[in-house]
């Protein structure tokens, strides 16, 4: 067999690949960067071996977080298979499933409100009623496309992401708020977020835009970005229902695994039920 060295038309093709197995942008775009710093560790002749792949599992264990270095390393496995090349693969790093969240990372309902009442001081609508939908139906970032002025008549928004289609629902009040920002707004049909040039909010946009309310808002900005909203959608939703399995069908989850993720308690929580056992005479 030929050898294997990483070039930028292979790159390209390997991309195309992912595509026609529709994967998403997103992933598409992480893993041609991912593949981009295998080759920049690789060095001028990006020659691939089994040691070298080995080596750099290595120099990433000691660089990036374990969850970071399996992404990492998922990214590269997807081109040795597409490649031709499977023995080339590593196996990704054992991970111990934490039990509980870190509070320091979560957004919590209260820290939410005072984002939304600061975007609406600041007479940032578009951003208020952002927020408020995400956080409301539990959508990704990526999916705020879908809520078109179309959907808005229905209460029904019709969600395709990685293959997969489901149907979300917009509560009577947001539904409302959003009918009348469309019709303040001169947005008659499309995507009900959009750009004063009339284009979908990017994520990036929605990203910068939440973490210019941090100090107003006063939420530490580690905790805010888009994402956060989401699992805060689910902590509430599984605080009330206990149902693993309807949440994971809300957030369009095919494994149920990545669904407890979102639903760990802090381990102060934890802490106070085992207080609340009185087992300590």
Same mark, same amino acid.
């Given at each position: ?24 942008? +997103? %992933?598409? =775009?992480? *893993?041609? $960067?991912? &593949?981009? #710093? ?68 979560? +957004? %919590?309902? =209260?820290? *939410?409100? $005072?984002? &939304?009442? #600061? ?69 008659? %049909? ?92």
């Amino acid at each position: 067999m030929d050898e294997l060295i990483l070039e930028q038309a292979q790159l390209e093709k390997f991309c195309q690949w992912l595509a026609e197995a529709e994967r998403s942008a +997103l %992933t598409i =775009e992480k *893993y041609l $960067r991912d &593949l981009k #710093t295998f080759k920049a560790f690789l060095g001028t002749d990006a020659e691939v071996t089994r040691q070298r792949v080995i080596d750099y599992k290595q120099f990433l264990t000691v660089r990036y977080a374990p969850a970071s270095v399996n992404s990492m390393l998922a990214a590269m496995n997807a081109f040795f298979s597409f490649a031709g090349y499977p023995q080339f693969r590593v196996k990704p790093l054992r991970l111990q499933r934490r039990m509980f969240s870190e509070p320091e990372k979560e +957004l %919590t309902r =209260e820290e *939410y409100i $005072r984002l &939304l009442q #600061t975007a609406r001081n600041q007479k940032n609508e578009r951003l208020y009623l952002l927020m408020e939908t995400i956080c409301a139906t539990g959508i990704r970032v990526s999916e705020v496309r879908f809520i078109t002025v179309e959907s808005l008549r229905t209460g029904r928004v019709d969600v395709c992401c990685k293959g997969k289609r489901r149907t979300v629902f917009l509560v009577r009040k947001l539904r409302k708020e959003l009918v009348s920002y469309v019709k303040r707004n001169g947005i008659k %049909t499309g995507c009900v977020f959009v750009t004063r040039f009339g284009r979908a909010v990017s994520r990036h946009h929605i990203w910068a835009d939440m973490k210019a309310l941090c100090r107003f808002a006063r939420v530490d900005p580690a905790k805010v970005f888009p994402h956060n909203l989401r699992h805060l959608f689910a902590r509430t939703f599984y605080a009330m229902e206990k149902d693993l399995g309807r949440l994971a069908d809300l957030l369009g989850h095919s494994n149920i695994n990545t669904t407890r993720i979102y639903t760990r308690e802090c381990g102060r929580e934890h802490e106070r039920l085992m207080a609340r056992m009185c087992l300590v005479i």
